[in-house]
């Protein structure tokens, strides 16, 4: 007498036909299920992929047209006789021109990886790189910013510095800026501050200052506006709401 193999596939029953197609459509919806989550996988990925790159495009088309601004305003400085109005659009002219470079710079996703302070601090050392600045970054442990926040941050920070490089520091009257990202139980606290002899709040200073406009706007930008404090040197603070509520 023959016994039959312990671990056959011979079929004695109608319980083991309904286990064993049971067991086949189980296995066949799991491997239709894989096979369209690696699909819907792939098009996310491409169509991420798609967006970074119209992304990229928009923001390169942007710095070109600052670009093309910067040689404009170049053509209407030649044609200018009145010095006073010829060094105002060459302020404004420097000032797009270093916007446009930025631009570039800090609309690349990559360049954050480090985070906010070590990207700061090389605009910073850029901006004073001819002078004697003690430069101090300290952005707060824990601070989750969007890109649109920290670009802002750095164009505010970048026009802040080029104030006080102009202003204060080529004219030996002051030797460190500083920079600081607090937490607040509201929001974000960013404090910017030099040693310099402060800024003159009459006429012809806080209200028609482009660097003060500039960073108005910016502040704005950041869902805040911009103040300035401090009895001695000039300290520009700006409250915003933090990323989740931005």
Do not use: C, W
């Not at 002219?93 to 930025?102: K, P, V």
């Not at 510095?161 to 500083?178: C, I, L, S």
Request: charged share 20%.
């Amino acid at each position: 007498m023959f016994y039959p193999a312990a671990y056959s596939f011979e079929i004695k029953d109608a319980s083991t036909v309904v286990a064993v197609v049971g067991f086949l459509l189980v296995g066949g919806f799991l491997v239709v299920l894989v096979a369209g989550m690696t699909d819907l996988i792939k098009r996310l990925e491409f169509a991420n992929r798609a967006q970074e790159s119209l992304f990229q495009e928009l923001q390169h088309r942007v710095a070109n047209n600052l670009q093309v601004v910067v040689a404009m305003l170049q053509g209407v400085r030649r044609d200018l006789s009145d010095e006073a109005t010829a060094e105002a659009i060459a302020n404004a002219q420097d000032r797009i021109a270093m916007m446009s470079d930025l631009h570039r710079r800090l609309y690349d996703r990559t360049a954050y990886e480090n985070g906010l302070a070590p990207l700061m601090t090389d605009v910073l050392h850029e901006v004073f790189r001819d002078l004697p600045v003690l430069v101090r970054v300290e952005i707060a442990p824990g601070i989750e910013l969007s890109l649109d926040q920290m670009t802002a941050i750095s164009l505010l920070v970048n026009e802040a510095a080029m104030n006080a490089a102009k202003h204060v520091f080529r004219k030996g009257a002051g030797t460190t800026f500083k920079v600081e990202l607090l937490k607040q139980t509201d929001g974000l606290r960013l404090l910017i501050h030099d040693d310099g002899p402060g800024i003159r709040r009459d006429s012809a200073g806080e209200r028609q200052s482009l660097g003060m406009s500039i960073m108005q706007t910016f502040a704005r930008q950041l869902g805040g506006s911009l103040r300035l404090n401090g009895p001695t040197g000039t300290t520009l603070k700006v409250e915003f709401p933090s990323r989740s509520s931005h």
